[in-house]
C-alpha cells in the first residue's frame, strides 16, 4: 500500500521545482495529488507540518552514507555535508528560502544537525560552542548554493566595471583599490573549496582556543 504522505510530499516538491515555493499550498498539493484539500489534513495535519515535511525531505539528502560517515574524520564529514548542500540548492533553487525560515524540526533535519555537532564535538569544539558553530557552518554552505542559484553571484545587467562607472572613483576607493581582482572572472567551484577550506580552520582555530585555555587554567 502506498504511503500516502510520502505521495503528499513528493506532490509538494514537484510543485515547488515546478513554479517556486510560493505555489505550493494545500489547495494546489490537493488537486495535484487527485484529492480534495481536507483530504491531505490527516497525513500531514496543516500547510506548517507541509513545509516542515518537505524541509525533512531536502535535509535527509544531506545525511551521508553510514559508511562514510564512520569512516571520515571530522574534516571530510563537514566538506562532505556541504557538498551535499550545495547540490542541494542546485537541484532545489528555492530550498534556501524554505531552510532559512524554518526551524528544523523534522526528524531527518535533527538527524543532519546531529551530524554537523558530532564532526564539531571530534574536532573538539567546547560543547559550549557547538550549536553557536553549527549555525554559522550551515548557514555558509547553504547560504553560499543559494548565491550562486539565485543570482547574487552573477553579474547581473552590469559587470564589476560597469557597477564602478555609475559612481565618482572617490566614492568608491575600496573598489578602485581592487579593481583588478573584482574584474577577474570568478571560479566558483574553487572558491567553494577554498571557503571551505577557510572554514575548517576556522573550526580548529575555535577548538584550539579552547585547548590553550584549559591548558593555561591547569598552569
Known sequence: MPDRRQEILDAA????DEKGLDAVSMRAVAERTGVTPMALYPHVGSKAALLDGMLGRLLADLLPPVAAAESQDWRQRLRTIAHLARGL????PWAATLIFSRPSVAPDAVRVVDQIYAALIDAGVPDADVARVERLVSTF???Y???ETGG???????NPRGRRA???AAELPAHNALATWLDTPVDWDA???TDLDDLVK??????SGSARGAAAQVR
Open 89 to 92: 540548492a542546485h537541484r532545489h
Open 152 to 158: 547574487r553571484f552573477s553579474t547581473g545587467t552590469l
Open 141 to 143: 554552505v547553504i547560504g
Open 191 to 193: 572558491e567553494f573549496e
Open 166 to 168: 555609475q559612481l565618482a
Open 202 to 207: 576556522l573550526v580548529e582555530a575555535i577548538a
Open 145 to 147: 548554493g543559494a548565491s
Open 13 to 16: 516538491l514537484a510543485l515547488a
